[in-house]
């Protein structure tokens, strides 16, 4: 198919807590690559600390993620501006290459905003769909910014079957419809906490999580779509 394929021999795991976005391979390799919407940003990867950042190219570039490899990413420049429309978003996508490999998220996903993972706010429509339809994913990534603008986390995690718990949201400034669709389709998703500082939950967060068994959700709460 033309695309650039990068293959891991690196499997030394690197401590994944930091500034940056880890993805984890367990259970089996994945196949990560990663689907470029008009003016999004560019992101760099890497797989070994210590080894060179490259530009990882929508479209092009493949990466076979090994077994209990991380890979790192973070924001191509310093800081850059997230996308302020709805035709701007990554997407990243996930293949198990015909085996049972799963992928896990941890880390700062704000370095995909600033490299260092310092930018505590996300643009309209920032990471809308980023892990949509990631049905490997198991674990989602904390997210730790304060100010979130319009539809920035909307549809996030549409369909990721296999997260069961919702990531930390710490927002204190939301803007309208920043949670809408997020967790619609995640039928395994057991506990979900809201914390105390969200009013409102946009339309169809929750829709079809039918194994919810446990949710919490603050005093406040106007509305829950």
Known sequence: DGAEKTTFDETKEENSTGDCLFLKA?????QFRMIKEHNAPDVKYQVKQGQSWKIFTPGE???TIPENTVVSFRAASET?????NEYGQNV?????????????ASGNIMSLVSQDGSEMSVDDYGFMQLFK????????????ATELGMHCYTEMFKNCIG????????ATELNEYCYQNMFEGCTNLQIVVIPE???????SAFSGCKSLYSISLPAKLSSLG
């Open 163 to 170: 997260i069961t718990k919702t990531p930390g949201l710490n």
């Open 197 to 203: 500082s969200v009013r409102t939950i946009g339309s």
């Open 92 to 104: 990243f996508v996930m293949d198990p290459k015909g085996g049972n490999g799963k992928i896990e």
């Open 61 to 63: 570039t493949v990466i």
């Open 133 to 144: 339809d990631c049905k490997i994913l198991t674990k989602a990534p904390e997210l730790p």
């Open 80 to 84: 850059q501006a997230f996308p302020s």
């Open 26 to 30: 367990v259970g089996g390799d994945v």
